[in-house]
């Protein structure tokens, strides 16, 4: 950041007198994302309180989490690699291998909140009820213990993979389907498939994990999908695939080309497999990674079938009119983004779609942030401790925005160029590409650390009142 001694400020940007009027801050949720936003709060000296539902941090890797909302299953292994994963200040373990285990993670977030002595700042089991921006522009904050606290900024990091979205409408004969119909969300070990035939849905990350996983112990499995994707192996050349170098600075057309021929010269086509062919390039689609799953599909332990259509007592028809006699059908069709301590028509993700200025900052909201709100093409953990500094910044002066009409128009190139590049899902409406967004993110708080200067580091006006107020 821009230092400048005339203005009392420290080479880092920051005076004793900015974090003395720093307003108070209240965070919600204490996973990967809430505990990185904690620690940019703590080392700028900014208050804060963090609530989290939980007794524990590390929200999604804490398996059986008791806030009811992780998606951990038994045998979870990380698919982005240990050094893509890990903050950039805390490194994981040297004896962690690549890709570790769900517990190994969850210790990581614990020893990563020991470490920067973050504990004692996290309210635990206590969860924030409703959030409403008063007319004076400062936040009330309803907690579940029933009490109710008022800030100057909210930090939204709730996460956005606990909300399962099951098929929308539900598939014809559903109700009349007679085996067990399950989310991804709540599978826990594959002992609930043994013996069984099982229909998996999707082509996600949990789609191929859960497959592969039925696939040693049931009797037959099934995995259904309604359009293609490139499966990634989790090593090419030897090395955890998202650790190849990935210059943000070569035009993405060409780093497309590259790997969408790597990944071809390494599989072939999934056509091959008897999957769908993806009717999109390499990049266009949230990665799939699976080491496993051609290898169980060439097993013969797994058949994919297309889309389900509809259901009848035991059996399943697929799009193609085949069918299948099954016990156990798992929808492994991803999660809505979703804020319940928000009423639905101030804040919400409609479709999955939310317009923030780099994920981060709402347009007409001048103090709210959310974090880790994103789905990079890599891990999510480096990205919220970047965006965690950011809003630091700004809180304190340290960073000004653009104005109005230029954030707004950044964001509507951001959203078109999403939609121009993904296939249309409501999968790919927060969608990141790692490097290129770290990189960019620099770039702004460089910029943004100018304008600062510029205005003598004058703090945000964080409760102007603005159109967006939902309570007297
Ligand atoms: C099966 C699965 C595997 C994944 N694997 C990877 C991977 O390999 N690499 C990767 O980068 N990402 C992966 N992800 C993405 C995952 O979202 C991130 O790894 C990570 O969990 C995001 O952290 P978070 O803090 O944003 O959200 P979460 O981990 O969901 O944490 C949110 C926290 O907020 C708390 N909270 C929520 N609402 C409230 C409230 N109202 N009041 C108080 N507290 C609240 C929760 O209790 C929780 O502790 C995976 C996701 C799934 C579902
Ligand atoms: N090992 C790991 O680390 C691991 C394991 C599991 C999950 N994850 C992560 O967790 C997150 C969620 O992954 P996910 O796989 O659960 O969800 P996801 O990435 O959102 O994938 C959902 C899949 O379901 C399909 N789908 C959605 N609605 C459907 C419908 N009505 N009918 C048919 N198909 C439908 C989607 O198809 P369309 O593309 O056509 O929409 C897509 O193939 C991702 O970030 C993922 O990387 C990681």
């Known amino acids: 950041m821009a230092g400048d001694s005339e203005n009392g400020h420290h080479a880092s940007g920051r005076s004793p007198q900015a974090q003395a009027q720093a307003p108070r801050v209240c965070l919600i949720g204490a996973g990967s994302s809430g505990i990185?936003?904690?620690?940019?709060?703590?080392?700028?000296g900014i208050p804060f309180d963090c609530y989290e539902k939980s007794d524990r941090v590390g929200g999604n890797w804490v398996f059986e989490n008791q806030n009811g909302m992780s998606a951990a299953y038994r045998d979870l292994f990380i698919n982005?690699?240990?050094p893509r994963m890990e903050y950039s200040d805390f490194p994981m373990p040297e004896s962690y291998p690549d890709f570790p285990h769900h517990t190994q993670i969850a210790a990581y977030f614990e020893q990563y909140v020991d470490h920067f002595g973050l504990r004692d700042l996290i309210t635990f089991q206590t969860?924030?009820?409703h959030a409403a921006r008063s007319r004076d522009g400062v936040w009330t904050v309803e907690l579940d213990s029933g009490e109710t606290r008022r800030y100057e900024a909210l930090i939204v990091a709730n996460g956005h993979h606990w909300d399962p979205r099951w098929p929308e409408p539900?598939?014809?004969?559903?109700?009349t389907f007679t085996g067990e119909q399950l989310h991804a969300h709540s599978y826990l070990e594959n002992s609930i498939f043994a013996g069984k035939r099982v229909v998996v849905l999707g082509m996600g990350n949990s789609a191929m994990d859960i497959a592969v996983e039925s696939s040693y112990v049931a009797e037959h499995t099934y995995l259904a999908a309604r359009q293609g994707v490139w499966i990634i192996p989790k090593y090419v050349f030897g090395k955890p695939v998202d650790q190849l170098r990935n210059d943000p600075r070569v035009p993405f057309k060409v780093r497309q080309r590259m790997l969408q021929q790597l990944i071809r010269s390494y599989a072939g086509p999934p056509e091959r497999y008897g999957l769908p062919k993806p009717n999109h390039r390499f990049g266009e689609a949230h990665p799939t990674v699976s080491g496993r799953i051609l290898d169980r599909i060439q097993h013969g332990t797994i058949t994919p079938k297309p889309n389900i259509a509809s259901f009848e007592g035991a059996q399943v028809r697929f799009a193609d009119g085949s069918t299948a006699e099954a016990d156990v059908v798992v929808y492994c069709t991803g999660y809505k983004i979703t804020f319940p301590f928000f009423d639905e028509d101030f804040i919400s993700a409609p479709e999955n779609h939310i317009e923030l200025f780099r994920r981060v900052f709402?347009?007409?909201i001048p103090n709210v942030f959310f974090i880790g709100l994103l789905q990079p093409l890599g891990a999510i953990m480096p990205l919220a401790e970047a965006q965690g500094e950011w809003v630091g910044d700004y809180l304190l002066g340290d960073y000004a925005l653009p104005a109005g009409a230029v954030l707004r128009a950044d964001i509507a190139a951001d959203q078109a160029a999403m939609r121009e590049r993904y296939v249309a899902s409501k999968r790919h409406t927060i969608q990141v590409d790692f490097d290129d967004y770290l990189r960019a993110l620099a770039k702004e708080r460089r910029e943004g650390a100018l304008r600062a200067r510029a205005n003598g580091y004058l703090p945000p006006a964080l409760c102007r009142p603005?159109?967006?107020?939902?309570a007297s």
């Open 36 to 44: 990185a936003a904690a620690k940019a709060l703590h080392e700028r």
């Open 80 to 82: 982005t690699s240990r």
């Open 127 to 129: 969860g924030v009820q």
């Open 170 to 175: 539900a598939f014809p004969g559903a109700d």
């Open 362 to 364: 709402h347009p007409d």
């Open 466 to 470: 603005s159109v967006a107020t939902t």
